[in-house]
């Protein structure tokens, strides 16, 4: 029993760091636009595939580099292409737009890749390295560590950096950064393409892990119901939530999974959304809004 735990905490932490990334990407879109993307999720997808397709033809990093690349163009793309023109719009339209965009883009990548199993090409690490008795993947461990790496990156980038900086003021405040000179389109352009680069960062750790078929597109609401459980607006709390998320999917959901309810594990994130918004729905480090009538 308590190898079963330590075991399902070990990878849970390493599973809930790609959901931390994933979900950090969602926070950010939503804390600087205030649009909840529901095309979160076809973005893990895209990079998935994109990267398992390129790895065949390029050695890895550079099929990763690409891929990274083709994620921040998109994203510039389904902003300038089709968030601008809605700006001002009531906001239920831009959601169900973005519903009806993620199906756009999961209709496109299956009928260019099939809904197979795919797999990166050979000479990819795998395997099982064991630490004090309990089994861990090794793609695991170095899913984990880039996962950790790059949101230190990100940290780095959205303390120190000029635009990181802009885009940290448009999320506090919008009208005050806007009067001090930030753009705010420039910064929604930003929001778009990083929360694009951090979903495809998301689809090829998961990719490495577990391969990549249509299903990888609702790994996306999975970190949904990490920046709930978070708080929509809160980066660390995006971060805090995936980490919990895996912990708890692997831990208590593969338990429950394996010895009650066979299936219980796929939906325990969809549980917490539901406990979550009953309970206090704005999250562990959301931010509360009262509004008085």
């Given amino acids: 029993m308590i190898e079963f735990f330590l ?31 529901l095309a979160h999720g076809e973005l893990v997808l895209f990079g998935g595939y994109l990267a398992i397709a390129l790895s065949h033809v390029l050695p890895f990093p550079a099929a990763v580099f690409v891929t990274l690349l083709a994620a921040g163009i998109l994203g510039f793309a389904i902003e300038r292409a089709i968030m601008r023109p809605l700006f001002g719009q009531p906001l239920l339209s831009v959601i169900i737009v973005t519903l009806a965009l993620g199906y756009i883009v999961r209709g496109v990548m299956v009928g260019l890749w099939g809904g197979d199993t795919r797999q990166f090409a050979a000479g990819l690490p795998t395997g099982v390295t064991v630490i004090a008795g309990i089994a861990i993947q090794r793609v695991g461990i170095y899913s984990a560590a880039t996962a950790a790496a790059l949101l230190l990156v990100f940290w780095l980038f959205f303390r120190y950096s000029l635009v990181g900086i802009a885009m940290r003021a448009a999320a506090n405040e919008q009208l005050t950064a806007s009067t001090l000179g930030v753009s705010l389109r420039r910064v929604f352009a930003y929001a778009w393409a990083f929360a694009a680069i951090a979903g495809a960062v998301g689809g090829v750790l998961l990719g490495l892990w577990l391969g990549v078929n249509f299903a990888l597109g609702f790994v996306g609401l999975k970190a949904l119901a990490a920046v709930i459980l978070g708080g929509l607006d809160s980066i660390p ?13 692997t831990t208590v959901g593969g338990y429950i999974d394996a010895h009650i309810i066979y299936g219980f594990k796929e939906i325990v994130a969809f549980i917490i959304i539901l406990l979550v918004l009953m309970i206090r729905p704005y999250g562990l480090f959301g931010t509360e809004h009262i509004e008085r009538l």
């Fill in 237 to 249: 709390g995006a971060i805090v939530g995936g980490l919990l998320i895996g912990v708890i999917e």
């Fill in 7 to 37: 075991g399902g905490l070990i990878n849970g932490l390493a599973v809930g760091s790609i959901y931390a990334l994933i979900a950090l990407g969602f926070a950010l879109l939503y804390k600087s636009t205030k649009i909840l993307n």
